[in-house]
């Protein structure tokens, strides 16, 4: 049975139309068309996880398109190659905001950061001293050089670790800072007229400046 144009034209609007109910998109051809590449575009244009939730909350779901765009963002995540990294020295509890106690048997290990970060070593703050910029437990970035006034340094001083704020007056006497001043009773006075043994490791990396305390 042959059809004519006008019959032709009429199914394939209602195959169209079938489809649009379906899935969403629009009726006619010409629309189809661009409603389909703006869509793509859309999600292209979107992280990986927009776009699966994007997908996994269509009404109507187009399983066969949906699974190719998982297999391609797939193929991208796995051809990205792994950040580059580097070995620092990691000192575990030795370093304290608190009481410095000396830990020779934990004293180091290594500890794998991003090639990017800036630091020379890593130290675990043991103690609340230094809070809320340092918390307990918590790992910090520490870079090797002379430190200035107000510079957080790892310190240790008679064989004691500490992590304080470093202030050297004019007399050469050594003050070290908690910065939590609910815990001044942790400061330290180290007079340079005594016999005392210091080696700074060095600068702790501080997300902001903290000012001397004035108490």
Request: one cysteine or more.
């Given at each position: 049975?042959?059809?004519?144009?006008?019959?032709?034209?009429?199914?394939?609007?209602?195959?169209?139309?079938?489809y649009?109910?379906?899935t969403g998109?629009?009726?006619?051809?010409?629309?189809?068309?661009?409603t389909?590449k703006?869509?793509?575009?859309?999600?292209?244009?979107?992280?990986?996880?927009?776009?699966?939730?994007?997908?996994?909350?269509?009404?109507?779901?187009?399983?066969?398109?949906?699974n190719?765009?998982r297999?391609?963002?797939?193929?991208?995540r796995?051809?990205q190659?792994?950040?580059?990294t580097?070995?620092i020295?990691?000192?575990?509890?030795?370093?304290?905001?608190?009481?410095?106690?000396?830990?020779?048997g934990n004293?180091?290990?290594?500890y794998?950061?991003?090639?990017?970060i800036?630091?020379?070593?890593a130290v675990?703050?043991?103690?609340?001293?230094?809070?809320?910029?340092?918390?307990?437990?918590?790992?910090?970035?520490?870079?090797?050089?002379?430190?200035?006034?107000?510079?957080?340094?790892?310190?240790m001083?008679?064989?004691?670790f500490?992590?304080?704020?470093?202030?050297?007056?004019?007399?050469?006497?050594?003050?070290?800072f908690?910065?939590?001043?609910?815990?001044?009773?942790m400061?330290?006075?180290?007079?340079?007229?005594?016999?005392?043994?210091?080696?700074?490791?060095?600068t702790?990396?501080?997300?902001?400046?903290?000012?001397?305390?004035?108490?």
């Amino acid at each position: 049975m042959a059809f004519t144009e006008e019959e032709k034209r009429q199914r394939k609007n209602a195959r169209q139309r079938e489809y649009a109910k379906r899935t969403g998109y629009q009726a006619t051809a010409k629309s189809n068309k661009k409603t389909t590449k703006t869509f793509l575009l859309r999600l292209s244009y979107s992280t990986d996880g927009d776009m699966i939730q994007f997908l996994d909350n269509l009404e109507n779901r187009n399983g066969f398109l949906r699974n190719l765009i998982r297999l391609e963002m797939q193929g991208k995540r796995e051809s990205q190659p792994a950040p580059r990294t580097r070995i620092i020295p990691l000192f575990g509890n030795s370093f304290a905001a608190g009481i410095g106690e000396p830990d020779f048997g934990n004293a180091l290990e290594e500890y794998e950061v991003r090639e990017e970060i800036r630091a020379d070593f890593a130290v675990r703050v043991n103690g609340d001293s230094m809070e809320p910029w340092l918390p307990d437990g918590s790992i910090q970035y520490g870079i090797r050089g002379t430190p200035h006034d107000g510079d957080v340094v790892a310190i240790m001083v008679n064989g004691a670790f500490y992590i304080k704020q470093f202030c050297l007056d004019y007399a050469g006497d050594l003050h070290l800072f908690s910065l939590n001043r609910a815990r001044k009773d942790m400061d330290l006075d180290v007079k340079a007229s005594g016999d005392n043994r210091v080696l700074c490791f060095g600068t702790i990396s501080m997300p902001e400046h903290v000012p001397l305390p004035l108490d």
